[in-house]
């Protein structure tokens, strides 16, 4: 049985960060299926685990982890072949940038609990909360469309494939599914075309995945 094991949702975008990382850095791993739909993530089996009660969560060799930022830099750095991150330190600075501004700015606020949250108890109906979704993701994914003009080549910093990717192709998975308007976002979508053209990228992706399940 491998050593890692990855507490999981298909369809989750942070989750999906981590599932990148692991395929590109050519590691077994297992996953342990939570069904974030049936409220899987709120049990108190897997809140002893992580109190977040989030995915995902990465357990090696019995010591879990959690949030998927520091997950993929830890694996980066107990597996830094190939790299995740460039090695000068401006060059590291702008690449956690661009990852941060989908994972700290765009992700939180469009997150299952948060939307669930809009509904009850405040009232607002679903088209409300889709408007709340695609507003947010689209402003944040013309921020770093504008990164990506800036910085960017064949990946969002010039030509590795870095964490940064690994928060670009799951936001845009995101984007989709509420129907965000990516018709500003030319580049980075150039970018996702790119890198699912890759095995190992494209395996990962939500729609590949053996899980999937209409929820
Ligand atoms: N900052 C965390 C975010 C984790 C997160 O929000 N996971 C979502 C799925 S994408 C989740 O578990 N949601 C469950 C819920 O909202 O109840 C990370 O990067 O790992």
Redesign the pocket.
């Known amino acids: 049985m491998p050593d890692l094991l990855l507490y999981d949702?298909w369809r989750?975008?942070?989750?999906f960060?981590v599932r990148l990382a692991l395929a590109w850095k050519g590691l077994d791993w297992q996953r342990v299926p939570?069904d974030?739909r049936h409220?899987e993530?709120?049990t108190a089996a897997y809140r002893a685990l992580n109190p977040?009660?989030?995915?995902?969560l990465l357990v090696n060799d019995g010591q879990p982890m959690?949030?998927?930022?520091a997950?993929m830099e830890y694996l980066d750095e107990v597996h830094p072949s190939p790299p995740l991150l460039p090695v000068e330190p401006l060059a590291r600075a702008k690449v956690r940038a661009a990852a941060q501004m989908v994972?700290?700015d765009i992700?939180?606020i469009n997150?299952?609990?948060?939307l669930?949250y809009l509904k009850d108890p405040l009232g607002h109906d679903q088209a409300t909360i889709d408007t709340w979704a695609r507003h947010w993701i689209e402003a944040g994914l013309t921020a770093l469309e504008a990164f990506a003009a800036q910085e960017g080549g064949a990946c969002l910093w010039g030509d590795m494939v870095t964490i940064a990717d690994f928060c670009l192709l799951p936001q845009l998975y995101n984007a989709r599914r509420v129907a965000a308007d990516l018709s500003r976002s030319p580049r980075l979508v150039a970018i996702e075309s790119r890198l699912l053209l890759r095995p190992e990228i494209s395996r990962a992706h939500p729609d590949h995945d053996p899980d999937r399940t209409g929820g």
């Open positions: 949702y989750s975008s942070a989750a960060r939570i974030l409220g993530q709120s977040q009660g989030l995915v995902p959690a949030q998927s930022l997950i994972a700290c992700h939180p997150n299952l609990r948060v669930r």
